[in-house]
C-alpha cells in the first residue's frame, strides 16, 4: 500500500515563498510520475509541476519561473519550492503519484498567499 504525506502548507504574504514536501512509503514501482495538483474553491483541479524518475520535469505555464521541483529518489520524496507567490496560487496542493499499474493521492496541504 503506497502512502503519500504532504507537508509545508501555510498563509504567506504575496511575494513570499513556501516549500512543499511529498513523502512517499511503500512499494513504488520504477517507471513512475510524481506530481503536484492544485484545486482553488470553484475551480478544477490543476497540474502545477511533474517531475519522471528519470528527472524530466514541467511546469504549467502560471508558475514556470518561480516554482521548482525536485525528488529525492532514495527516500522518495518530492519537494516544491514556491518562489514570488502570488494570490491566485491559493489552492489546495496535492501530491500524486503515477505508476503504470495505479495512481495515488496524498491528502492535500493549504496554501494561502494573503497581506
Known amino acids: 500500500q503506497v502512502q503519500l504525506v504532504e507537508s509545508g502548507g501555510g498563509l504567506v504574504q504575496p511575494g513570499g515563498s513556501l516549500r512543499l514536501a511529498c513523502a512517499a512509503s511503500g512499494s513504488i514501482e520504477r517507471g513512475n510520475i510524481m506530481r503536484w495538483y492544485r484545486q482553488a474553491p470553484g475551480k478544477q483541479r490543476e497540474l502545477v509541476a511533474a517531475?519522471?524518475?528519470?528527472?524530466?520535469?514541467t511546469y504549467s505555464e502560471s508558475v514556470k519561473g518561480r516554482f521548482t521541483i525536485a525528488r529525492a529518489d532514495g527516500k522518495i520524496t518530492m519537494h516544491l519550492q514556491m518562489n514570488s507567490l502570488k494570490p491566485e496560487d491559493t489552492a489546495v496542493y496535492y501530491c500524486?503519484?503515477?505508476?503504470?499499474?495505479?495512481?495515488?493521492w496524498g491528502q492535500g496541504t493549504q496554501v494561502t498567499v494573503s497581506s
Open positions: 500524486n503519484l503515477w505508476t503504470i499499474s495505479k495512481e495515488y
Open positions: 517531475i519522471t524518475s528519470g528527472g524530466t520535469i
